[in-house]
Nanobody, 115 residues
């Protein structure tokens, strides 16, 4: 069982930056960030594999950077040049210690970008 605790959300003006953190209770293989805007489905934002490979939603490429600190079992999402359309609840997700599905989810953290 993996427990995920997110932090770092908040209110920011367009063009600003935020950094989200997600601490896992144990080692994981793949960690990712998803987001859900009001009235919309949850969508993938970014992922990072145990070896450091990364993947991003096209809409955030060049603005968001995912990274991880394996010693701390923590993943980060640095979000720069935020836009109002980035407003959503952001969720951290992970697999277990080996490859597989995103079986574990955090509670979510609100990101609001004002225009």
């Amino acid at each position: 069982q993996v427990q995920l605790v997110e932090s770092g959300g908040g209110l920011v003006q367009a063009g600003g930056s935020l950094r989200l953190s997600c601490a896992a209770s144990t080692r994981t293989y793949r960690m990712g960030w998803f987001r859900q805007a009001p009235g919309k489905e949850r969508t993938f934002v970014a992922a990072i594999w145990g070896g450091g490979d990364q993947g991003y939603l096209d809409a955030v490429k060049g603005r968001f950077t995912i990274s991880r600190d394996n010693a701390k079992n923590t993943v980060y999402l640095q979000m720069n040049n935020l836009k109002p359309e980035d407003t959503a609840i952001y969720y951290c997700a992970s697999t277990g210690a080996s490859a597989g599905e995103y079986d574990y989810w955090g509670q979510g953290t609100q990101v609001t970008v004002s225009s």
